[in-house]
Nanobody, 124 residues
Framework: QLQLVESGGGLVQPGGSLRLSCLASGFSVSDYTISWFRQAPGEEREGVACISRADGSISYADSVKGRFTISKNTAKGTVDLQMSSLKPEDTANYYC?????????????????WGLGTQVTVSS
C-alpha cells in the first residue's frame, strides 16, 4: 500500500527555518514524481516544489525560489523540503504528493497520492 507521511512542521518566527520530511512507503521515491504543495486557510492548494521522475529536474514556485530547497534520499525513501527565511505568508498546511507522471505539474488533480499534511505557522 502506497503511503506518504509528512513531518517537521511547527511554529517558527519570521526569518526562521524549518525542514519538512516526507516518508514514502510501499514504493520507491525514484519511481515517482514527488511534489510539495501547501494550502492556507481560505486559499487553494498550490504547488511549492517538485522533483520529476523523468530526470530528477527540480522546480519551485516563484514565491519560494531562493528560500526553499527540495531534496530526495532514495535510500531512506524520503523527500525533504528545507525552508529558510520564512515569512508569515508561508503559513499553511504542507502536503507531500506523488504520481507516476514523468514531469512536474502544479495541478492538484494530476497527483494520485497524498499525505495528510503538516502544519507550518510563521508568526512572532
Amino acid at each position: 500500500q502506497l503511503q506518504l507521511v509528512e513531518s517537521g512542521g511547527g511554529l517558527v518566527q519570521p526569518g526562521g527555518s524549518l525542514r519538512l520530511s516526507c516518508l514514502a512507503s510501499g514504493f520507491s521515491v525514484s519511481d515517482y514524481t514527488i511534489s510539495w504543495f501547501r494550502q492556507a486557510p481560505g486559499e487553494e492548494r498550490e504547488g511549492v516544489a517538485c522533483i520529476s521522475r523523468a530526470d530528477g529536474s527540480i522546480s519551485y514556485a516563484d514565491s519560494v525560489k531562493g528560500r526553499f530547497t527540495i531534496s530526495k534520499n532514495t535510500a531512506k525513501g524520503t523527500v525533504d523540503l528545507q525552508m529558510s527565511s520564512l515569512k508569515p505568508e508561508d503559513t499553511a498546511n504542507y502536503y507531500c504528493t506523488a504520481d507516476l507522471r514523468l514531469h512536474c505539474s502544479g495541478y492538484v488533480s494530476e497527483y494520485d497520492y497524498w499525505g495528510l499534511g503538516t502544519q507550518v505557522t510563521v508568526s512572532s
